[in-house]
T-cell receptor, first 115, second 114 residues
Framework: KAGVTQTPRYLIKTRGQQVTLSCSPI?????VSWYQQTPGQGLQFLFE???????NKGNFPGRFSGRQFSNSRSEMNVSTLELGDSALYLC??????????????FGPGTRLLVL | DQQVKQNSPSLSVQEGRISILNCDYT??????FLWYKKYPAEGPTFLIS?????DKNEDGRFTVFLNKSAKHLSLHIVPSQPGDSAVYFC?????????????FGTGTRLKVLA
């Protein structure tokens, strides 16, 4: 079974631009979560989608948004990019949402550099 | 407020010895804990988990211990191997009542010396 895939793997943008990242979950998984990883900050939760609905949201500004499609694929969008948005963006999928004892499986991430 | 803390940013251990990685948490609502391993340029890989109803879970060379009264969990790797060199993240689930599904620590970089 294929794992979580993320595209693109690397991206360079300039301040003020916007970016869209894509995530395809493991087949059969319906929950997709997004995280931002920066040095020293660990993984910061952005949001979670299940059945095309946002179920949870972290403490990020409204410039960060996402959506999920009927095939469970998800996209994350960041508008008006800032230098501080440079990070590794990770997507994780799990079978269900709204369960505490559920293991998430991560993709390889998209490394975004904002110049 | 960092609800999940990994206070040791790095750890070096000799091959064949035990590696002990620690994690502390503050939220008593957490009821599920996980450890992930991350190599450079890859996403985190799930290692082992433990439910709050248990105090120990073992999977091969990996054992996770949970001390609920101290709000502390640890990952033991025995024996340590050079291939275990990676960054290890602990994560806690806040459950349905929490804002976040999982909260991660900042990671501990383990280096196993041959």
């Amino acid at each position: 079974k294929a794992g979580v895939t993320q595209t693109p793997r690397y991206l360079i943008k300039t301040r003020g631009q916007q970016v869209t990242l894509s995530c395809s979950p493991i087949s059969g998984h319906r929950s997709v979560s997004w995280y931002q990883q920066t040095p020293g900050q660990g993984l910061q939760f952005l949001f979670e989608y299940f059945s095309e609905t946002q179920r949870n949201k972290g403490n990020f500004p409204g410039r960060f948004s996402g959506r999920q499609f009927s095939n469970s694929r998800s996209e994350m969008n960041v508008s008006t990019l800032e230098l501080g948005d440079s990070a590794l963006y990770l997507c994780a999928s799990s079978l269900r949402a709204g369960r505490t004892q559920e293991t998430q499986y991560f993709g390889p991430g998209t490394r975004l550099l904002v110049l | 407020d960092q609800q999940v803390k990994q206070n040791s940013p790095s750890l070096s251990v000799q091959e064949g010895r035990i590696s002990i990685l620690n994690c502390d948490y503050t939220n008593s609502m957490f009821d599920y804990f996980l450890w992930y391993k991350k190599y450079p340029a890859e996403g985190p890989t799930f290692l082992i988990s433990i439910s709050s109803i248990k105090d120990k879970n073992e999977d091969g060379r990996f054992t996770v211990f949970l001390n609920k009264s101290a709000k502390h969990l640890s990952l033991h790797i025995v024996p340590s191997q050079p291939g275990d060199s990676a960054v290890y993240f602990c994560a806690a689930s806040a459950g349905l009542s929490g804002t976040y599904k999982y909260i991660f620590g900042t990671g501990t970089r383990l280096k196993v010396l041959a």
